[in-house]
């Protein structure tokens, strides 16, 4: 039913020894299916992220959102912010107030804590935190993402 993938980050930009886990939300449009497992996710040589955009194809819609899960407790958000081949952003799912992990809440992210709300692209809408979700760098093809 699930697949994960699991990797060992160890000196990764991203997570000291984190195993990765990769878990998609699939969507249509900006509202959101139920979260299946996803393949695809595996680790670059350098420590980042590649997300094959072959196997996470709820991607090719704009507002499209995997997550991935790092054994050390934080999630990575990439979502599909345009439709242009860069059109990605990936994103540290922990709240800009005290850490908690935003959860997907149709367009949004909402943290259970204390009701902090951002875009699906980060940005941040409600308090009581004061900024923006924060942002990995991407690199993208037409056929893979990498993120860190
Ligand atoms: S930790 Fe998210 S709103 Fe407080």
């Given amino acids: 039913m699930s697949e994960q993938a699991k990797l060992d980050l160890a000196k990764s930009p991203l997570s000291r020894r984190a195993v990765l886990c990769g878990v998609a939300v699939i969507s249509f449009g900006f509202i959101p299916e139920a979260a299946i497992a996803a393949g695809g996710v595996t680790q670059t040589k350098d420590k980042k992220i590649r997300v094959d955009l072959k196997v996470n194809k709820n991607l090719a819609k704009v507002g499209g959102v995997v997550t991935i899960d790092l054994s050390d407790g934080s999630s990575?958000?990439?979502?599909?912010?345009?439709?242009?081949?860069?059109?990605?952003?990936?994103?540290?799912?922990?709240?800009?107030?005290?850490?908690?992990?935003?959860?997907?809440?149709?367009n949004a992210w909402l943290c259970p804590a204390h009701g902090s709300q951002y875009a699906l692209n980060g940005k941040l809408i409600n308090g009581p935190a004061r900024s923006a979700l924060m942002k990995y760098p991407v690199k993208a093809t037409s056929s893979a993402v990498i993120i860190g």
């Fill in 76 to 106: 990575i958000a990439l979502v599909r912010t345009a439709k242009a081949v860069t059109g990605f952003t990936a994103l540290n799912l922990s709240c800009t107030h005290q850490g908690i992990t935003v959860q997907q809440n149709g």
